[in-house]
């Protein structure tokens, strides 16, 4: 199952749904993209070409989103990518195989490569900021809730996880509209292991309505998150 939330990116989504489409493997694809509150009818009339499961509700944030398509969703294996974003050929076949051959492993996440209208950005985020050695393991992530409080290295678009994760750690928290994302990864490592794919799994865009752009809101939600890990 995929979860696309989507919040006033109809200029984007036709990009983000093909990227999605053209993944081929063994397996069959549960597309929901639930619009978070955008305005006019041009998010539906473009998904309406594609052979995906459609949701409306008022704008309540990419957690609330999120969590609106995964309790829909049918696959054994959950998938994310947010509308303005691109997901490189290939990238869930691998990744699926990887959960396959290693049941244990709850969820895998991979490497990202940003771009904007003058092309892609020379260092992947591994490469800028996430030395390879911070994993200690070819797979797996050792003591991954310790490094997630460090820093987020995991980005939503590439991650793969199971059914398991969701049945068993729940939902995002819909009360924080940023980090909610450190958050979720953090609880699901406290039960699961974690595991890398050092390959690009997503394509993230950079444009100036990214919710990250607003630095100060962002480090005050990731200070509300972690203040919230301390009192657990």
């Excluded at 398509?69 to 303005?84: C, I, K, T, W, Y």
């Amino acid at each position: 199952s995929v979860i696309v939330p989507s919040y006033d990116a109809e200029v984007f989504i036709h990009d983000c749904l093909t990227s999605i489409f053209a993944q081929t493997g063994p397996f069959e694809l549960d597309v929901i993209v639930v619009n978070d509150g955008s305005s006019g009818d041009t998010l539906q009339r473009v998904c309406s070409t594609f052979p995906l499961r459609f949701v409306e509700q008022p704008h309540r944030g990419p957690a609330a989103a999120r969590n609106t398509a995964m309790r829909m969703a049918h696959g054994e294996f959950v998938a994310f990518l947010d509308s303005d974003d691109l997901w490189p050929a290939g990238k869930l076949a691998r990744q699926v195989a990887l959960l396959q051959a290693h049941p244990d492993v709850g969820l895998v996440f991979g490497d990202c490569r940003q771009f904007n209208d003058g092309g892609p950005f020379a260092q992947t985020l591994f490469e800028n900021r996430w030395d390879s050695k911070l994993w200690g393991d070819p797979l797996y992530v050792t003591n991954p809730y310790a490094k997630l409080l460090d820093g987020n290295f995991i980005t939503t678009g590439s991650v793969v996880m199971r059914r398991d994760c969701m049945d068993i750690v729940g939902f995002f928290d819909e009360s924080l509209r940023l980090v909610e994302d450190l958050d979720y990864w953090l609880r699901i490592s406290l039960r699961f292991p974690l595991a890398h794919l050092d390959e690009v799994c997503l394509l993230r865009r950079r444009h100036l309505k990214n919710a990250s752009h607003d630095q100060v809101a962002m480090t005050l939600a990731y200070l509300r998150v972690l203040d919230e890990h301390v009192r657990r």
